[in-house]
């Protein structure tokens, strides 16, 4: 009988190291500056129906509590490394919790942190990351680099509050969005795909095009007519029976507008869809193996090119959230590079729609935590906290939180031959 050849494990040890990085860095915090007292998490608001007691960490023993969770589930880590190749998922998400309680009880010390506000905010934060990460999963898992999503979700944010303007109908705006989000699309994906123009380069130029063109007609046409064409109609907040009523939760995720709860079901249904349906596989095959779907009768570019454009009006809906999602009028940059935050959930998330989700409420709790350290009092500079999720951005892109593999076809255009 022949031998069989050994499976060869490739190990990455990028995570074990990133984990024990932040390990070092939170020890050196609790160690060189030490605070004492009670941090108080407020875990209701007085409008809740049901009402938790407010928790009361002790800030010094929580402090090195989580310094040592943390020193163990980096251990874990390397273990997995060693055996299996790889860390769980599930060891990173503890420890990152961890860190965040370790951190919250030393920046708190002596104040309050209300946690449902704290939450409530970084999925107000994180929504547009979601739309714009749904995006460019699903442009990428089709072979198409979506550099232009911060354009996408600017389109999107200025279509939506001219249109809501004028017609006093939100609905109208997030329509409106949509199709701004795909006519940038439009755009990306006829270069790219039609005439193989490198995809970064075009998105680049889009996002130029599309800042100095929305700001040119926000100086020359919404700032002087502002009351008839900038003064957009915010969706109402939609409580949601009973689940309204859960206790922390409920307030967070089912006291939202219509712009979230189609969020929550724009996700279910591209995972889903991506993972479980005949369009799922087209899209995933003509992103990793182009000829081979050409072969069993795919049209890879004309399916490129219908994906880029359903990836574009995602995006284009994510950008709704800057202006009829808060009733905030339109403004020069607002989206303030979101979308490329949104392109690096993408790659944190490993190209699945549920984990780019994650990353991007990774990203936009850490955007509420300045927010919220600010209001507190907390000795931590501000001017760290709004690097924050910049830092955690650049982490991701630079590979330091894990091995990320991109689909294999992934901005090489196909020429049929």
């Keep these: 009988m022949p031998d069989v050849p050994a499976t060869t494990v490739v190990r990455s040890y990028k995570a074990p190291v990133a984990l024990a990085a932040f390990a070092i860095l939170f020890a050196l915090l609790v160690l060189l500056?030490?605070?004492?007292?009670?941090?108080?998490?407020?875990?209701?608001?007085?409008?809740?129906?049901?009402?938790?007691?407010?928790?009361?960490?002790?800030?010094?023993a929580t402090g090195w509590v989580c310094l040592v969770l943390m020193l163990l589930?980096?251990?874990?880590?390397?273990?997995f490394v060693r055996a299996q190749g790889r860390?769980?998922?599930?060891?990173?998400?503890?420890?990152?919790?961890?860190?965040?309680?370790?951190?919250?009880?030393?920046?708190?010390?002596?104040?309050?942190?209300?946690?449902?506000?704290?939450?409530?905010?970084?999925?107000?934060?994180?929504?547009?990351?979601?739309?714009?990460?749904?995006g460019g999963v699903i442009g990428e898992r089709a072979g198409v680099v979506n550099i232009a999503i911060e354009g996408q979700l600017l389109a999107g944010a200025f279509t939506a509050a001219m249109l809501s303007s004028i017609t006093r109908q939100p609905l109208m705006g997030l329509l409106g969005a949509m199709i701004a989000g795909m006519l940038v699309a439009a755009v990306l994906a006829t270069f790219a795909i039609t005439y193989f123009v490198d995809q970064v380069i075009v998105g680049v130029v889009l996002n130029v095009l599309v800042i100095g063109l929305t700001s040119f007609l926000f100086s020359q046409v919404l700032q002087p007519n502002a009351s008839v064409l900038n003064?957009?109609?915010?969706?109402d907040r939609v409580p949601i029976p009973l689940l309204a009523d859960i206790p922390v939760l409920g307030p967070v995720l089912f006291r939202q507008t219509i712009l979230v709860y189609v969020m929550y079901a724009a996700v279910a249904l591209v995972y889903v869809g991506m993972f479980h349906t005949r369009w799922g596989l087209r899209l995933r095959a003509v992103g990793e193996h182009p000829k081979?779907?050409?072969?069993?009768?795919?049209?890879?570019?004309?399916?490129?090119?219908?994906?880029v454009l359903l990836a574009g009006a995602i995006a284009g809906l994510g950008g709704t959230i800057f202006t009829i999602g808060n009733g905030i009028p339109f403004n020069k940059e607002m989206t303030a590079g979101a979308g490329f935050i949104?392109?690096?959930?993408?790659?944190?998330?490993?190209?699945?729609?549920?984990k780019a989700t994650l990353a991007a409420l990774l990203f936009g709790f850490a955007s509420s935590l300045q927010n919220t350290l600010s209001v507190i009092g907390s000795p931590v500079p501000s001017e760290f906290m709004?690097?924050?999720?910049?830092l955690v951005t650049i982490f991701v892109v630079a590979g330091v939180v894990g091995k990320s593999r991109a689909p294999a076809a992934d901005g090489k255009p196909y020429i049929k031959g």
């Design 73 to 79: 589930l980096t251990a874990g880590a390397l273990y």
């Design 33 to 60: 500056a030490p605070r004492t007292g009670q941090a108080t998490l407020r875990l209701s608001n007085d409008s809740d129906a049901i009402q938790l007691p407010a928790l009361s960490l002790p800030v010094a």
């Design 342 to 354: 949104a392109l690096a959930a993408v790659i944190f998330g490993q190209w699945d729609p549920i």
């Design 87 to 134: 860390a769980p998922l599930w060891i990173v998400i503890v420890y990152i919790l961890v860190a965040i309680v370790g951190f919250l009880g030393w920046a708190a010390a002596g104040a309050t942190i209300p946690v449902v506000g704290l939450l409530a905010g970084a999925v107000a934060l994180a929504v547009p990351l979601i739309y714009g990460a749904l």
């Design 231 to 235: 003064s957009p109609v915010r969706f």
């Design 292 to 307: 081979a779907a050409d072969t069993v009768g795919i049209n890879v570019n004309a399916t490129r090119f219908w994906n």
């Design 386 to 390: 709004l690097m924050l999720p910049y």
